[in-house]
DNA sequence: TCAAAAGTGTTTGTTATACACCCATGA
DNA sequence: TCATGGGTGTATAACAAACACTTTTGA
């Protein structure tokens, strides 16, 4: 049997908590408790009995008053970078919320990213590691409609997946692609947006599961 | 300042290490060091100073003689879920290895998928945790080739990839794909298998890195 | 009545899939 | 010479992208 004690260390959970904020993606952050004019990403210590994911949604909620609509462990950290609790292993986590709904407690803030404040190396990673899992889980799981409210019109929806392609995306065929895959709903409610004709307000919907049969994917970038 | 002892825990790394057996996925196991008569994943206690990828890397040098050709974090486990060393948490991680060039060293073997000895829950989890990202990352890197050889032949590559998507592909149209992809070069060697006209030999060559502008994915299973 | 945004039918070009066939070798 | 697996040209089907257009509102 090993000694445990020569071997424990210390470790935290992070959360890496992202909306969209208009034009522009935005993590929270929160007052530092010991530094009041520095930032950073809610953590805490994690409790022996919790799981992972519980401690990391309880975290969420505490800066939050809601747990987020979608959330995953980005990875574990471990590396001689700084963490503002000193941290020998965090265990970090990404969590999605609708901006709407979402109302910060006192002392947390949304930055938009590419207007970060000063962050420690790690939990600098944890945000980089954070986009990467966004981007790479946008082509696995419809998890945009986790950024949005519960009712909303096509353009904000294709207003969004531009915001997280980055780039411009064709209306009608993105309104072909979205009726072949029976995600969304419309409701009986329009909204009118001052200037234009109102659009009509959809609901997340998901019906078929059908995933196209689609072949080897080749084209690829090599790691 | 937070008191650091009293929040301590003891924690490992672990390795599943996979390959390409015959006509199955193999994982590598280890004897246990208390109960000879159990087998379990590559583990070891994490040393504070190396990073959590350089241990994972060792601890698969330790036992196959020489490093993985790919290898990822899955994730930091930490339920209640039994564990052979103990650990209050425990990071595993994937690697991949060509069979054909890997020895694993006495008291280590390769058990196909589907005939994995008794294991303990949380090594459980990081199996299957291995098993959904190698079938992920085959969407969006090109893997499969860390299973090879330097030099195979195109039948070695589509039985490959057959194996890792459960599914037959069509002759003509998988090396259509692979053509237009630019990933192997010909070798001048052939290889006569016994039966049938012999094969061309292949190698591992990414030329181009041109990646398909596909269009916003809708066709996703719901999670 | 014009600008602006919503919403839709049809065409075009690209790509995946399949069919059909030839090639080379061992038994 | 036949079965077996390697290898390739050509047709077809599926799909993404674009174009062109109508609708509905506020100013």
Do not use: C
Not at 112 to 137: F, W
Not at 142 to 163: C, D, H, S, V
Not at 179 to 188: K, S, Y
């Amino acid at each position: 049997m090993r000694d445990r004690s020569s071997k424990s260390s210390y470790h935290t959970v992070d959360v890496v908590l992202v909306t969209a904020m208009g034009n522009e993606l935005a993590i929270l952050f929160t007052r530092s408790t010991s530094d009041r004019e520095r930032w950073s990403l809610p953590w805490k210590a994690a409790q022996g009995a919790e799981t992972l994911d519980a401690t990391a949604t309880r975290i969420a909620q505490d800066v939050l008053g809601e747990p987020p609509t979608w959330i995953e462990q980005i990875s574990a950290f471990a590396d001689g970078k700084r963490h503002p609790g000193n941290a020998d292993i965090s265990v970090a986590f990404v969590g999605l919320v609708p901006h709407e709904t979402a109302s910060p407690r006192p002392g947390n803030t949304w930055f938009p990213v590419g207007d970060l404040p000063p962050l420690s190396p790690r939990q600098r990673s944890m945000v980089e590691g954070s986009m990467r899992i966004i981007q790479a889980r946008l082509d696995q799981a419809p998890i945009a409609f986790r950024l949005l409210p519960p009712t909303f019109t096509l353009g904000e929806l294709q207003q969004l997946y531009e915001l997280l392609l980055s780039k411009r995306l064709h209306k009608a065929s993105f309104r072909r692609a979205l009726q072949a895959a029976w995600l969304v709903e419309p409701t009986d409610e329009w909204r009118s947006e001052g200037r234009g004709r109102p659009a009509q307000l959809y609901r997340y919907a998901p019906k078929k599961r059908r995933r196209s049969h689609r072949g080897v994917r080749f084209d690829l970038l090599h790691p």
